[in-house]
């Protein structure tokens, strides 16, 4: 038997701000998957207002144009931002692979203290 926890979600977005994502969707040098996750949507949905939008089933009668040079800029210096984040996690999980290899490679090169003290000669 199927367990119910109750009824299914679904968000309804008003035409204002599909418009919004749409033209954010446009600018130069974003990409659709940012957009959505910025506005906590599946990029399928923006995908298919962009569709809509093209088709004129969306207006975007009160939408102010967004298409700021301050704005453009802005996303470009936050995803300039986010590459250089990610390149400097990995390089600091090399940097901790490297270090733990060289104390590895260390501990083994010591001398080993399994003697047991005896002389041996």
């Known amino acids: 038997m199927a367990k119910i926890n109750g009824p299914k ?7 204002q701000f ?7 969707s446009h600018l130069p040098g974003v990409q659709v998957q940012d957009v959505a996750e910025s506005l ?4 399928f949905m923006l995908s298919r207002w962009r569709k809509e939008y093209r088709e004129g089933l969306i207006v975007d009668n009160d939408t102010p144009d967004i298409e700021t040079p301050a704005i453009a800029s802005e996303l470009q210096r936050l995803r300039q931002l986010e590459k250089e984040h990610a390149r400097l996690k990995e390089e600091h999980e ?5 270090i733990r290899f ?5 501990q083994k090169s010591t001398p080993s203290s399994s003697r047991t003290g005896k002389d041996t000669k």
């Open 40 to 43: 906590d949507i599946h990029p």
């Open 18 to 24: 599909k418009a919004t994502a749409v033209k954010l």
């Open 102 to 106: 060289c104390s590895e490679r260390k």
């Open 9 to 15: 979600k679904i968000r309804s977005y008003g035409q």
């Open 94 to 98: 090399l940097l901790k692979k490297a």
